[in-house]
Structures are given as structure tokens and as C-alpha cells.
């Protein structure tokens, strides 16, 4: 289990912006993590709660945010484990990317694969390419050829 907490004295509200180091409470949410050393760990965020002092006052308590790369809000799995398991599920699917993920001790079912893949490719809305390239290839030389579009500004990872 890896511990960790943010070493900021204040935090941001955000409804209306304004900055707070007033902390009413704490909290502690876990979450699955990359494997450490072969075994499966998972990650302890210490999350404070602020008071918010803005004017508007619409929202009186609000809960810090470390950044969705470390841990998305409601998440299950840290940012980078679930940069690993779209990965895994990109490349394998579900069933052998499952497989494949109990090997590496990463804790992921095959309907979980699947549905990061899911959600990764709607959340990530694309905008139409503005420049393309166009290439033909050959699969074997003289033998099979296919045509491959790229999008030359946005290449994805
Ligand atoms: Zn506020």
C-alpha cells in the first residue's frame, strides 16, 4: 500500500475559484495501482476537505483534487494503471488482455477492459484531422499492398 497526500497548504474551490487552507476534515480513498515488485499494490490518497470562503458561497465544503493523472475523481484505479490496462485492452481485447493482466498482477476482468477501451474512446472526443498524410505499403514485398491515413497534427498515443 502506498500512501500519499498533497503537501499543498491550500486548495482551490471549484465552483467559484477561491483559494482556501481552511480544512474542515480528511478522508482516505484507495485505489488499484501499477504492481510493485510483482505484487499486486494499491494506492491510499488522503484527501482534505476545505472550507470555501468565496462570496457566492454555493457550495460551503468542497473535497482538494490531485489531478487525473494520480487519481480521477470516483476512480477505482490510479491514472497510470489505467493508462496500462486501456493499453493491454487496445492490444489484446478482453479475455487474453485479461489474462495477460493476471500474469503482470494487475487486478482487471475481461467486461473491465473492454469498458475502459469503451470509455476511453468516447470521452476522448475527436476533432477532424486538418492534416493527413497518405501512404501506400506493401505487406510483403510485391505482394499485398494497403493504403494507411494519418492524422499528421494529432498522432495519439
Ligand atoms: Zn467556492
Known amino acids: 500500500m502506498l500512501s500519499v497526500r498533497s503537501a499543498a497548504v491550500r486548495a482551490q474551490c471549484p465552483s467559484c475559484g477561491t483559494w482556501s487552507s481552511r480544512v474542515q476534515s480528511s478522508y482516505r480513498r484507495t485505489a488499484s495501482d501499477l504492481p510493485l ?19 457566492q458561497r454555493t457550495r460551503r465544503i468542497f473535497a482538494e483534487r490531485h489531478g487525473e493523472e494520480i487519481l480521477a475523481p470516483f476512480a477505482r484505479r490510479t491514472g497510470r494503471l489505467e493508462i496500462v490496462v486501456h493499453h493491454l485492452g487496445l492490444a489484446l481485447g478482453g479475455g487474453p488482455g485479461a489474462g495477460f493482466a493476471r500474469r503482470l498482477q494487475v487486478p482487471v476482468s475481461n467486461d473491465t477492459l473492454i469498458r475502459v477501451v469503451r470509455r476511453r474512446a468516447t470521452a476522448k472526443a475527436y476533432a477532424p484531422p486538418r492534416a493527413v498524410g497518405i501512404d501506400d505499403f506493401a505487406f510483403r ?3 499485398r499492398y494497403g493504403t494507411i491515413v494519418v492524422d499528421l497534427e494529432n498522432r495519439g498515443s
Open 37 to 55: 515488485s510483482g505484487r499486486a499494490a494499491s494506492l491510499a490518497e488522503r484527501v482534505r476537505r476545505f472550507h470555501c470562503d468565496g462570496a
Open 141 to 143: 514485398r510485391n505482394c
